[in-house]
């Protein structure tokens, strides 16, 4: 009978994030213009590091891949959503909510631990600037990157691996706006502690180990910051590190809110206002952080335009 149930769930029905016809629309042209800025400053800070030789750098080469992260982390979550308002049935078949849910887990993870190797990166550069070029060479680069996309995977293939075995019964009605993992295990028929157990370590390893390597970074970052004699060394060095303190809080921040807290503490509903931040939030304002609060990218940024005006 499991089974019968199982293969006869072929889609879910996305609930959304409000059941009210009125607000649909508004709703709407409101994420649409969330979208349109997220697409637009993340390809621009792409493309603005791309061209300009002197953000050929790894503090740069980060905030690149960031930038794609992002871009692709809207991408996988914004148009299905955006079509949920403007349709009456926002329905998404079995094999477009898994994947829709693997590639969400791929770029969390990516971007969590991304955020973690531009904290060593700024380890580096403040506390060990004469070592710079060398530790932060373009092999070794190369390699935290590929630990970046590799936790991404790991990540990806235990959410969506642990959802796949899951049975699910007549009620296909997901309470979220998109395919994530607590209100797919909230609907099986079959899910158990062992489920829930995975969720809880792979969510610790994804958010856990980035944040202790985020505060080891920034324990020493800081203690070379006190160690600066002059006043304007001191607000230099904590410049460099305040656009991603900013990014590294409000993603950690509502990330952990969302999956690091019981459901009975945290409904579904007020998840779906939670998860907002760090699915639809975080990826429109990185690169407005990045851009507004970075001189060199600002400097990049009246160069590159003036070519534009120029040409």
Do not use: W
Not at 55 to 62: E, G, K, Q, V
């Amino acid at each position: 009978m499991a089974a019968e149930n199982s293969s006869s769930v072929t889609e879910f029905i996305l609930s959304g994030l409000t059941d009210q016809p009125g607000f649909q629309l508004p709703l709407f042209f409101l994420f649409l213009g969330f979208y349109v800025v997220t697409v637009v400053g993340n390809l621009g800070l792409i493309t603005l590091i791309g061209l300009n030789s002197r953000l050929h750098i790894p503090m740069y080469f980060f905030l690149f891949n960031l930038s794609f992260i992002d871009f692709n982390f809207s991408g996988a979550i914004m148009p299905k959503m955006l079509m949920g308002f403007l349709s009456e049935k926002n329905s998404v078949s079995y094999a477009g909510c898994m994947t829709q849910l693997f590639f969400f887990c791929f770029f969390v993870f990516s971007e969590s631990f991304i955020l973690s190797a531009m904290a060593y990166d700024r380890y580096v550069a403040i506390c060990k600037p004469l070592l710079y070029t060398v530790s932060m060479s373009p092999r070794v680069c190369l390699l935290l990157l590929s630990g970046v996309y590799g936790m991404g995977v790991f990540g990806a293939v235990a959410h969506t691996g642990n959802i796949v075995f899951l049975t699910f019964c007549a009620d296909n009605l997901i309470n979220h706006y998109m395919c994530d993992i607590l209100p797919l295990l909230e609907l099986s028929c079959n899910g158990s502690y062992i489920n829930v157990l995975v969720v809880i370590i792979v969510v610790t390893i994804g958010i856990g180990v980035p944040i202790v390597a985020i505060f080891i970074s920034y324990g020493f970052i800081l203690s070379s910051i006190l160690h600066i004699s002059s006043r304007e060394g001191r607000s230099k060095a904590f410049g460099t590190c305040s656009s991603h303190i900013i990014a590294v809080s409000l993603f950690f921040g509502s990330g952990a809110f969302m999956y690091l807290k019981p459901p009975s503490i945290l409904p579904l509903d007020q998840g779906k206002v939670s998860s907002l931040f760090y699915t639809i939030v975080v990826p429109m304002f990185n690169p407005l952080i990045y851009s507004l609060r970075n001189k060199d990218v600002k400097l990049a940024l009246k160069r590159t335009l003036g070519r534009i005006i120029f040409c």
